[in-house]
């Protein structure tokens, strides 16, 4: 246990570390909520779910997981963290026993763990994809669940706790994540209805979980869908955040703001498809100048400040080079390699961001233990070691501010040259991108005078 409490308060630092913003909304719902647990969880991004669900939750956490990971290397590690296993056809090939078999024995052993007060994690879509969608939830969760209260007369006080994770990006270090937590599901309600000879009970539970978890987090239809959201969201969603009086820092209010992007973009797709096709061309074509540039959109809310935007920024660097090269010849190497290690692992990006965390979780105490070793010996003095030893983490931090900065400073620098050598490339620029924002603010007020009859 104490090993696990250790490992669960690394992966914390770890996990605040790789991403930008970490934030969690209904995080005293998921402390309120005690065992018999099940945690059902959406899930875009493999290992790195698990990860982040089960750093949240004060008590120790059960793991659903799929059969084909276990075998005799890792079935004493799995079982040490809780990790129960669900089988399909395709995994009990060497097996004498069949899926339904074996599953049986799955169930069982979670209907055991749930008697004991204990907390379950489940993805109940049953398999990882890096989309923003939410998969067909499968009967699973909800048969284990109406079967352990079912053993107790429906007086064990079973409860399905939904929750949603969303990422900016998940296969990026230094990206968000929004951790969305709905309302309970009391199983307890479903003993009217329940007969062991039936799915009428499983299929409604089903339902509701569906239900609940399409409410914690973004859907979008396909990619094409997904790519016309994100669009608006690039160009357009600061804007609304002003004009809302919205907190940017605040993602609850960036979740809020994207579903009302998404259902606002259905209805065009549906109603007015010629004019959303149109502004998706002209959106595309945008963004992708700007690409070929290496320029951020930002730039043209800046035009008349750009010099002292410039000045500033280049200042700030300056003053800030001689932390930098500190910072970076003391963390290049363990932030570094991480990445190195995960793309040998690994060509499925979806596996990438845990591999990364996780490597950089090992690498990163071995290369400043070296390098407080080395201090030791060039200091020969303790005082100076420890003021070293405790700047190293932070000097990493600063590399990070500094480099967004130095790429701030870049796109500033083009656009300057390119504003005094083609003026007239970025005055068509700038007027596209007036007509583009003239286009979302006629569509935004029909939308919003149908929605108000």
Same mark, same amino acid.
């Given at each position: 246990?104490?090993?696990?409490?250790?490992?669960?308060?690394?992966?914390?630092?770890?996990?605040?570390?790789?991403?930008?913003?970490?934030?969690?909304?209904?995080?005293?719902?998921?402390?309120?909520?005690?065992?018999?647990?099940?945690?059902?969880?959406?899930?875009?991004?493999?290992?790195?779910?698990?990860?982040?669900?089960?750093?949240?939750?004060?008590?120790?956490?059960?793991?659903?997981?799929?059969?084909?990971?276990?075998?005799?290397?890792?079935?004493?590690?799995?079982?040490?963290?809780?990790?129960?296993?669900?089988?399909?056809?395709?995994?009990?090939?060497?097996?004498?026993?069949?899926?339904?078999?074996?599953?049986?024995?799955?169930?069982?052993?979670?209907?055991?763990?749930?008697?004991?007060?204990?907390?379950?994690?489940?993805?109940?879509?049953?398999?990882?994809?890096?989309?923003?969608?939410?998969?067909?939830?499968?009967?699973?969760?909800?048969?284990?669940?109406?079967?352990?209260?079912?053993? %107790?007369?429906?007086?064990?006080?079973?409860?399905?706790?939904?929750?949603?994770?969303?990422?900016?990006?998940?296969?990026?270090?230094?990206?968000?994540?929004?951790?969305?937590?709905?309302?309970?599901?009391?199983?307890?309600?479903?003993? /009217?209805?329940?007969?062991?000879?039936?799915?009428?009970?499983?299929?409604?539970?089903?339902?509701?979980?569906?239900?609940?978890?399409?409410?914690?987090?973004?859907?979008?239809?396909?990619?094409?869908?997904?790519?016309?959201?994100?669009?608006?969201?690039? *160009?357009?969603?600061?804007?609304?955040?002003?004009?809302?009086?919205?907190? =940017?820092?605040?993602?609850?209010? /960036?979740?809020?703001?994207?579903? =009302?992007? @998404?259902?606002?973009?259905?209805?065009?797709?549906?109603?007015?498809?010629?004019? +959303?096709?149109? *502004?998706?061309?002209?959106?595309?074509?945008?963004?992708?100048?700007?690409?070929?540039? %290496?320029?951020?959109?930002?730039?043209?809310?800046?035009?008349?400040?750009?010099?002292?935007?410039?000045?500033? !920024?280049?200042? !700030?660097? +300056?003053?800030?080079?001689?932390?930098?090269?500190?910072?970076?010849?003391?963390?290049?190497?363990?932030?570094? *390699?991480?990445?190195?290690?995960?793309?040998?692992?690994?060509?499925?990006?979806?596996?990438?961001?845990?591999?990364?965390?996780?490597?950089?979780?090992?690498?990163?105490?071995?290369?400043?233990?070296?390098? @407080?070793?080395?201090?030791?010996?060039?200091?020969?003095? !303790?005082?100076?070691?420890?003021?070293?030893?405790?700047?190293?983490?932070?000097?990493?931090?600063?590399?990070?501010?500094?480099?967004?900065?130095? !790429?701030?400073?870049?796109?500033?620098?083009?656009?300057?040259?390119?504003?005094?050598?083609?003026?007239?490339?970025?005055?068509? *620029?700038?007027?596209?991108?007036?007509?583009?924002?003239?286009?979302?603010?006629?569509?935004?007020?029909?939308?919003?005078?149908?929605?108000?009859?």
């Amino acid at each position: 246990m104490l090993f696990y409490t250790l490992l669960k308060f690394i992966l914390k630092i770890a996990l605040r570390v790789f991403f930008r913003r970490f934030q969690v909304d209904g995080l005293d719902k998921l402390h309120r909520a005690k065992g018999p647990l099940i945690l059902a969880v959406n899930h875009p991004n493999t290992f790195m779910d698990p990860l982040i669900i089960a750093t949240l939750v004060r008590q120790r956490v059960a793991f659903i997981a799929n059969g084909s990971i276990f075998n005799r290397f890792t079935r004493p590690i799995f079982k040490y963290f809780h990790v129960i296993p669900v089988y399909r056809k395709k995994d009990t090939a060497a097996s004498s026993l069949s899926p339904a078999e074996l599953n049986k024995q799955t169930f069982q052993r979670c209907y055991d763990y749930l008697e004991t007060k204990g907390t379950i994690l489940i993805f109940p879509e049953g398999t990882s994809e890096i989309e923003r969608r939410l998969r067909e939830i499968k009967t699973g969760t909800a048969r284990i669940a109406l079967g352990a209260e079912a053993e %107790h007369g429906f007086n064990l006080g079973v409860q399905i706790l939904p929750i949603g994770l969303n990422y900016s990006d998940p296969t990026h270090f230094r990206s968000e994540v929004f951790v969305n937590v709905g309302e309970p599901i009391h199983v307890r309600d479903f003993k /009217e209805s329940y007969r062991p000879d039936s799915f009428e009970a499983v299929e409604t539970l089903t339902d509701l979980i569906q239900q609940r978890l399409t409410e914690t987090v973004i859907i979008t239809e396909d990619a094409e869908e997904d790519s016309l959201v994100l669009q608006v969201e690039k *160009l357009y969603k600061n804007q609304l955040f002003d004009e809302l009086q919205l907190n =940017q820092k605040v993602k609850k209010d /960036e979740f809020g703001l994207i579903k =009302q992007l @998404i259902t606002a973009v259905r209805y065009f797709e549906t109603q007015h498809p010629d004019r +959303l096709k149109s *502004l998706q061309v002209r959106m595309t074509n945008y963004l992708e100048s700007l690409q070929k540039l %290496h320029l951020s959109d930002r730039i043209f809310t800046q035009t008349k400040r750009l010099y002292n935007h410039l000045s500033s !920024t280049l200042l !700030t660097l +300056l003053l800030g080079l001689p932390l930098y090269l500190i910072g970076l010849i003391t963390n290049y190497i363990p932030y570094i *390699l991480p990445s190195k290690i995960a793309r040998l692992i690994s060509s499925d990006i979806s596996y990438r961001a845990p591999i990364m965390m996780t490597v950089g979780i090992v690498f990163f105490p071995i290369f400043y233990g070296v390098e @407080i070793y080395l201090a030791q010996l060039l200091f020969k003095n !303790t005082w100076l070691t420890l003021l070293f030893a405790v700047s190293l983490p932070f000097l990493g931090y600063f590399v990070l501010w500094y480099w967004d900065r130095l !790429t701030r400073l870049t796109h500033l620098w083009q656009a300057l040259r390119l504003f005094r050598q083609k003026p007239s490339l970025m005055e068509s *620029l700038s007027a596209e991108r007036t007509k583009i924002f003239k286009a979302l603010e006629e569509a935004k007020r029909l939308y919003l005078a149908i929605n108000k009859d």
